[in-house]
């Protein structure tokens, strides 16, 4: 079965620049979920989309932002990055809002030099 | 706000025997689910059982069980038959019945001895 597909698997940036992450979720899936996940620590909500609307915002910082577009994909675009930013990214998809079961990726280990 | 508590950094299991894992969660809202994920060395998350608070049954994958006790809002995994590859850190998830989203618990390392 077809799974939550995120690119790049590793992204290697220096301090100040910019990254971009993508998340491909589950045919027929219609909302995506993004997490951070520092070293050693629980995945923390940073933003949520449900048919290409905002749904939910947790403790994204202000340099980041996300869309989802019309073929439900979404992209998390980091700026102006700094040391802290560096963590494993997680995309999750589900059908619908609300109990439905999240499927998670494989992540994106963003590292900040 | 919802809370998510693991008071169990570390746990470990003889292969074949039962571990059980503990979750508490605090929350005011009446629509949600809760959630157990799985995170092996390869960082995957994986879910490994889900439990709809409007239900009093307590859910079962195979060999894990949960035992949901929504008044003291409690949550525990049961693994039975423990084997090697069950060995990974194990996420306990509020999951709200309005946006979806997860809120995790500080998670537990479960070593599993040969």
């Known amino acids: 079965a077809a799974g939550v597909i995120q690119s790049p698997r590793h992204l290697i940036k220096e301090k100040r620049e910019t990254a971009t992450l993508k998340c491909y979720p589950i045919?027929?899936?219609?909302?995506v979920y993004w997490y951070q996940q520092g070293p050693g620590q629980d995945p923390q909500f940073l933003i949520s989309?449900?048919?290409?609307?905002?749904?939910d915002k947790g403790s994204i910082p202000d340099r980041f932002s996300a869309q989802q577009f019309s073929d439900y994909h979404s992209e998390l675009n980091m700026s102006s990055l700094e040391l802290g930013d560096s963590a494993l990214y997680f995309c999750?998809?589900?059908?619908?809002?609300?109990?439905?079961?999240?499927?998670f990726g494989s992540g994106t280990q963003l590292s900040v030099l | 706000a919802q809370t998510v508590t693991q008071s169990q950094p570390e746990m470990s299991v003889q292969e074949a025997e039962t571990v059980t894992l503990s979750c508490t969660y605090d929350t005011s809202e009446s629509d949600y689910y809760l959630f157990w994920y799985k995170q092996p060395p390869s960082r995957q998350m994986i879910l490994v059982i889900r439990q709809e608070a409007y239900k009093q049954q307590n859910a079962t994958e195979n060999r894990f069980s949960v035992n949901f006790q929504k008044a003291a809002k409690s949550f525990s995994l049961k693994i039975s038959d423990s084997q090697l590859g069950d060995a990974a850190m194990y996420f306990c998830a509020y999951g709200s019945g309005n946006t979806g989203k997860l809120i995790f618990g500080q998670g537990t390392t479960l070593q599993v001895k040969p």
């Open positions: 999750a998809s589900s059908l619908g809002l609300g109990g439905g079961k999240l499927f």
């Open positions: 045919p027929r899936h219609d909302t």
């Open positions: 989309f449900y048919e290409k609307m905002q749904s």
